[in-house]
């Protein structure tokens, strides 16, 4: 187990590869706070089934990324616990499929909002705990698409890349005081998200993988859970493309 | 346990970064060809109490880099045990530093031989026996100077990134087949190899680290256990740098 004993929090809990997450931290022996939007009966019943396999403590915690008055609750919510905070995996994220001339500023600004805004004002308060601890990993979930420049992804792609840079230079800063921080660059996953676009885009996408096929969640979980573990130590600024090879 | 029922080969077992993996590999479970240039009443006890504490088996293997015949006959040696062998991590390695003007072309010949050339033979040879047991993952070692460059470090740097090269071609070739391939960039590592360094040049390598501190061998070791495991099974074609954050680019 490589994360006994561990508290992590993790966003995008409710689906994909978050939800994958879970069964994956907890697998490990990570006590987890598990962010989410909303509360739905089959969040709350997901939890506490994986939390009764693995014997770990998930508590569920409820924000809209984009609501600072909330996430502002969230973080008193986790910070009056007083537990240490080994890891922050920032995984909540929107996709936005359209060509750069059909791409319109509202949804521009929504991407950026909850991909990076939120995600840089979310790790700020976290760091700022961390930062006392003088330890933590940060994992954000970044994008193939942020180095490959499909067609249609200018700003979804845009949005990650600014994670990327934002990555780097948390790393270069926190560094000195204990704290990594690293991206994950998923490739094609079999998420809702993949739902989102076109069959042949995506088939043509696995074709181009050296493996020849899509990711489980799962896979991308490990990974993350690689990062948050002392077994990335001497691992920082660095984006780990978990793609199967994609060209 | 992240290795149990894995059979590793792992070279450069002797010291440094290649003992640090040995020993990560042992705790985790798997069963390891343990390779060195040469036997060492040390390294052989070291070995047996490997094996007693984490109930695993170690065979160690000998052979010089240099010499064809003796790659060969470890390859012999290694398939006589009839072991399905999952993985194979390149570890041995030689630096030779000189400044550009003053490289002589036996010490260019030596680097890529030992750091290279033998290292691409020497896994054919593995890779055929990877693939009779269904496939597994090949962690090769590449270097930050391969990215990044260094004072006296062409030779070496410039071997490290003709593995880059390969791992990627590699990648291509046999993730079909079931191998994934993978490289580390480790950056200061606290070992034989780094022990003569200058400290003017730590100085310039910790400004530019995140972490402002020498990597150890072990935190090397948990990056290729990571990519010998399945937690990163859908991690192929991929260079990753274990160098608290040296180098900027990608």
């Known amino acids: ?247 | 346990m992240l290795l149990k029922d894995k059979t590793a080969v792992i070279t450069g077992c002797m010291q440094g970064i290649g003992l640090a993996t040995m020993d990560l590999f042992a705790k985790e479970g798997a069963d390891i060809f343990a390779c060195a240039q040469f036997k060492t009443e040390e390294f052989e006890n070291h070995i047996k109490e490997l094996k007693n504490q984490f109930n695993i088996n170690i065979i160690p293997i000998y052979f010089d880099l240099e010499d064809d015949e003796s790659i060969k006959q470890a390859v012999k040696q290694i398939a006589a045990e009839k072991k399905a062998i999952n993985t194979l991590v390149n570890i041995a390695g030689i630096t030779k530093d000189a400044l550009f003007p003053m490289i002589t072309r036996d010490q260019m010949f030596k680097v890529f031989n030992i750091n290279f050339f033998s290292q691409i033979v020497f896994s054919q040879y593995i890779v055929k026996l990877m693939l009779k047991s269904g496939g597994g993952s090949i962690i090769n070692t590449a270097s930050v100077t391969a990215f990044e460059g260094n004072k006296g470090q062409l030779v070496y740097g410039a071997a490290k990134s003709a593995w880059i090269s390969a791992i990627k071609t590699m990648s291509i070739e046999l993730a079909p087949k079931g191998i994934r391939v993978n490289g580390i960039a480790p950056g200061v590592i606290k070992t034989a190899m780094t022990e003569n360094l200058p400290q003017e040049a730590i100085n310039e390598q910790m400004r530019k680290c995140s972490l402002k501190r020498l990597g150890n061998p072990e935190e090397v070791a948990g990056v290729v256990c990571y990519l010998a495991s399945d937690l990163s099974s859908y991690v192929t074609g991929q260079i990753i740098k274990v160098d608290g954050g040296i180098s900027k680019c990608y």
């Not at chain 1, 689906?15 to 069964?23: E, H, V, W, Y």
């Not at chain 1, 998930?58 to 984009?66: A, G, V």
Request: glycine residues 6%; proline residues 2%.
């Open chain 1, 1 to 247: 187990m490589l994360l006994k004993n561990k508290n992590v929090i993790i966003t995008g809990t409710a689906r994909g590869m978050g939800k994958a997450m879970l069964t994956e931290f907890a697998k490990n022996g990570a006590n987890i706070w598990a962010c989410a939007r909303k509360e739905t009966p089959e969040f709350l019943k997901n939890i506490s089934e994986i939390s009764k396999e693995y014997n770990v403590e998930i508590k569920p915690i409820f924000f809209d990324l984009t609501d600072l008055t909330a996430m502002k609750s969230a973080i008193i919510q986790i910070r009056n616990e007083k537990k240490n905070i080994d890891a922050l995996i920032n995984n909540a994220g929107i996709t936005y499929n359209a060509l750069f001339a059909m791409s319109d500023s509202e949804n521009l600004k929504k991407q950026f909002d909850v991909n990076f805004f939120s995600l840089f004002t979310f790790t700020q308060y976290i760091v700022k705990i961390m930062s006392r601890q003088k330890y933590g990993s940060i994992v954000n979930i970044a994008s193939s698409a942020a180095f490959d420049g499909n067609p249609g992804k200018s700003v979804y792609g845009a949005s990650k890349a600014a994670v990327v840079a934002m990555t780097k230079s948390i790393a270069a800063e926190l560094g000195e005081i204990g704290i990594r921080a690293n991206c994950i660059a998923p490739g094609v996953t079999d998420t809702d998200m993949i739902d989102t676009m076109p069959k042949h885009i995506v088939e043509d996408a696995v074709n181009h993988t050296d493996l020849l096929r899509i990711a489980k969640p799962s896979e991308i979980a490990t990974t993350a859970v690689f990062l948050a573990s002392d077994l990335s130590s001497y691992v920082t600024g660095q984006t780990i493309i978990v793609s199967g090879g994609l060209k």
